[in-house]
């Protein structure tokens, strides 16, 4: 993987992680103002702005779980799979 392509990862991943579940804590802390749709909504649009904005560079492979998945399955090169999306995945949440 190239170094651009895994900046890419790197802040798709996070990014994606950090709006989805920082939707969910406002949405807890708010007592309910932002609800399940727009829970929803926000996981929607952040995928969408981030295949927008950084597909064309890496492939848009931002949720670890389904791209360790993927590569599990052999139906993506594990040599693609960067550490640092698989860390992103578990430390973005923490940042929230």
């Known amino acids: 993987m190239k170094l651009k392509q895994i ?3 790197v802040l798709g991943t996070y990014f ?15 007592n309910g103002t932002v609800t399940f749709p727009g829970i929803c909504a926000v996981w929607g649009l952040v995928v969408m702005v981030l295949v927008y904005s950084v597909g064309h560079i890496s492939g848009a492979h931002f949720n670890p779980a389904v791209t360790v998945a993927f ?5 993506f090169p ?4 960067s550490a640092s999306e698989i860390l992103n995945g578990t430390t973005a949440p923490v940042s929230d």
């Open 7 to 9: 900046i890419a990862e």
């Open 16 to 30: 994606m992680i950090f709006a989805g579940c920082g939707s969910v804590v406002v949405n807890l802390s708010t």
């Open 71 to 75: 590569a599990t399955c052999g139906r």
């Open 78 to 81: 594990w040599k693609q799979v």
